[in-house]
């Protein structure tokens, strides 16, 4: 981990509904609806995590829920459509 | 979420079991016939939440249907607050921070969590004078309106509210009052406008009533705001009075001063026979019980579709709830013979003709 890794932060503008299930619904660019990880990753940053810890820390919840999934990807997608913000360019 | 006495009054009024939850999941036909109830009640959210706390029983396909009927529905309410926030955008520049009316503003300010409350459209109070300018505005952006105004000065003057569909496909209605018919003249403009709370739109400022003036705004939407009353609008009444500690001379002192006390103790009534004595407090309850309602009242009330009246009927008492004779006459005259762009798009459009249905339901009507 290093000075220069970006720093990861939920969208301040996100309008958000957390449903009964644990379905979330988030407006970024579109509105997307996210379900067991996504909202696991929503609740991760409830303060600003680093990239690299935002991904390890995923990678355990996502071992817990018997996912598999590339963590990184998964993260870049929720930056790019704008519900999650990076403070540089999210690494690849 | 716990599911408070409110909440349980909300979900169960309309079951065999009245007042408590089942002790099993209802059979098809009747959880088919409870959610449509909740989904004309606009409380799907506290059928959803019931269920996930394990308070109302269901299976697991009917869990399954609410859940996703309950996101389906909060995906709608984001695009609406979408909207809202862009809408924001373009007029803060001129000065203007919306008012946010009904669903959208009750939804984070008088209930325990947004995903409760259900709405479908965006409601936003407008001042009169700043209807035109914002109408013009949105139709400049490509949003579109259903019938051009009766004349020039109607949507300023004396229209309820300009519904306008954006091209996302939302609704937004720009109300200039509150409701419809003579009680949404009798209403002082200037002073319901005079108090308001900033609301966060996903870090947008936007505005709300005060809770006093909230209180009394979801008391007209239960009374005569539509054919039915909605116990979502209850549920607002409730939350408002709950979370924000509403000060009862307030709300009734206004209710009185607007014309509007016979109302407001109607919908208090009402929202107690729904909701149950402990969802309102004592004074404001003895208020609704006490307060007498005049025959000039009974009158006037009788022209709304949810007393038995119709849209026509409403239309004609409006000059009732006016203060002077000009407008009464400008009103009346441009109801009854609206310009001819009215009149042509009128006819362009799949709607019967004005008056003969609404002429003929009102003659059918006398006794």
Same mark, same amino acid.
């Given at each position: 981990m290093t000075a220069t890794d970006p720093v990861l932060r939920r969208a301040p503008d996100a309008l958000v509904r957390l449903c009964p299930d644990r379905t979330l619904v988030l407006v970024g660019d579109s509105v997307h609806t996210l379900a067991g990880a996504g909202v696991a990753l929503w609740d991760l940053l409830v303060d600003p995590l680093r990239a690299p810890d935002v991904v390890q820390r995923m990678q355990a919840i996502f071992a817990e829920m018997a996912v598999s999934s590339d963590v990184a990807t998964f993260v870049d997608d929720l930056v790019r459509v704008g519900v999650l913000v990076s403070d540089s360019p999210p690494v690849n | 979420m716990t599911v408070r006495s409110e909440h349980l009054a909300a979900v169960? !009024? /309309? #079951?065999?079991s009245a007042g408590a939850f089942p002790t099993h999941p209802l059979d098809a036909l009747g959880w088919s016939s409870l959610t449509a109830e909740m989904e004309r009640h606009r409380t799907v959210g506290y059928l959803s939440w019931a269920v996930a706390d394990g308070e109302m029983p269901a299976t697991d396909r009917q869990m399954e249907e609410i859940f996703e009927r309950h996101a389906l529905l909060m995906r709608h309410a984001l695009v609406l607050e979408d909207e809202t926030r862009t809408l924001a955008r373009r007029l803060h520049p001129h000065g203007v921070v919306p008012v946010l009316l009904k669903g959208m503003a009750a939804a984070h #300010? /008088?209930? +325990? /969590?947004? %995903?409760l409350r259900v709405f479908q459209d965006v409601d936003l109070l407008v001042r009169p004078d700043d209807v035109d300018s914002m109408v013009a505005d949105l139709l400049l952006v490509g949003c579109t309106r259903d019938l051009p105004p009766r004349s020039e000065d109607w949507d300023r003057r004396f229209s309820k509210d300009i519904a306008i569909t954006t091209p996302r496909g939302a609704e937004i209605d720009l109300h !200039?009052? #509150?409701?419809?018919?003579p009680f949404g003249f009798t209403l002082d403009l200037e002073e319901l406008h005079a108090d308001t709370v900033a609301v966060d739109l996903g870090g947008i400022a936007v505005k709300a009533l005060c809770p006093e003036r909230r209180v009394l705004a979801a008391a007209l939407a239960l009374s005569v705001g539509e054919p039915q009353a909605r116990l979502a609008a209850a549920l607002d009444l409730v939350g408002t009075v709950r979370h924000h500690g509403v000060d009862t001379a307030v709300v009734t002192d206004l209710s009185e001063r607007w014309g509007v006390g016979a109302l407001l103790a109607e919908a208090l009534g009402w929202a107690t026979d729904a909701l *149950? +004595? $402990? $969802? #309102?407090p004592g004074d404001l309850r003895r208020w609704s019980v006490d307060r007498p309602t005049s025959r000039r009242e009974r009158r006037i009330r009788n022209v709304y579709r949810s007393a038995g009246g119709s849209n026509t009927a409403t239309l004609l008492a $409006?000059? $009732? *709830?006016? %203060?002077n004779w000009r407008d009464r006459a400008d009103y009346l005259r441009w109801l009854v013979r609206p310009s001819p762009a009215y009149r042509h798009a009128r006819a362009a %459009?799949? !709607?019967?003709r004005e008056w003969r249905t609404g002429l003929s339901e009102l003659v059918r009507r006398r006794p």
């Open positions: - | 169960t !009024r /309309d #079951l065999p #300010l /008088d209930h +325990e /969590d947004p %995903s !200039r009052t #509150l409701v419809p018919g *149950g +004595e $402990a $969802a #309102l $409006a000059p $009732a *709830g006016m %203060s %459009s799949a !709607r019967p």
